[in-house]
């Protein structure tokens, strides 16, 4: 069955400073989701990606959705404290969701 | 987007028993998703349920232990049956909305 992996499982950031998150699928997505959970609460979309290729910015995050539609990457720029939680990507294949394992990201201030 | 009420928020229940968990939408969905997420875990879809026919579940999971009612477009139910300590998780209603899904605010079980 389909598979999806992200890395790193955790992060560890400084206050102000960016990071990267990737996940890889292993089969083609029709579009690929990413979702914040905060400590204590539920996933909360964030975007979508359909496009090969496709990114898309809001605000300090930029997430890409690669040529092969396999994988995507999610940066976060100036990271503050607000940015804690848990990010997860989600590959769709026909109607169901397959949630990457997350990257549960701390900020140290 | 869509608002989902979910209940109970959490529960602490003997092992040997069962737990129903409700999710009500604030419009008419096709497809309401069941998800378990166990601690410190990754979501792991449980099954999908329509209205008016059987629910779908998914590998490892099986109507027996985890058995779900759709009686209309708008509401589900997912019991969780014969519980023991391993079933201890969070539990997710989810629905499909034009771009992503909205998730209820979980039911946080833990099986003593």
């Known amino acids: 069955g389909q598979q999806v992996m992200q890395i790193p499982q955790y992060q560890h950031v400084q206050e102000g400073e960016d990071f990267t998150t990737y996940c890889n699928s292993s089969?083609?997505?029709?579009?690929i989701q990413w979702y914040k959970q905060r400590p204590g609460g539920h996933p909360v979309f964030l975007i979508q990606?359909?496009?090969?290729?496709e990114v898309k910015k809001q605000k300090r995050l930029t997430f890409q959705f690669g040529e092969a539609k396999k994988n995507s990457s999610l940066h976060i720029t100036a990271t503050q404290t607000t940015d804690v939680g848990t990010y997860f990507c989600?590959?769709?294949?026909?109607?169901?969701?397959?949630f990457g394992g997350g990257t549960r990201v701390l900020v140290k201030p | 987007s869509a608002v989902i009420s979910q209940k109970p928020s959490r529960d602490i229940c003997q092992r040997g028993t069962s737990l129903t968990i409700q999710c009500q939408v604030d419009?008419?969905?096709?497809?309401m998703f069941w998800y378990r997420q166990q601690p410190g875990q990754s979501l792991t879809l449980i099954a999908t349920?329509?209205?008016?026919?059987?629910?779908?579940?998914e590998s490892g999971f099986v109507i027996d232990k985890f058995p779900i009612s759709r009686p209309n477009l708008t509401f589900s139910t997912l019991t969780v049956s014969n519980m023991s300590p391993e079933d201890s998780s969070i539990y997710l209603c989810?629905?499909?909305?034009?771009?992503?899904?909205?998730f209820g605010s979980g039911t946080r079980l833990t099986v003593v």
């Open positions: 089969t083609t997505l029709s579009n």
């Open positions: 349920a329509n209205q008016g026919s059987e629910a779908t579940y």
């Open positions: 419009s008419q969905v096709t497809m």
């Open positions: 989600a590959g769709a294949a026909g109607n169901k969701l397959t």
């Open positions: 990606l359909v496009k090969s290729g």
């Open positions: 989810s629905v499909e909305r034009t771009a992503g899904y909205t």
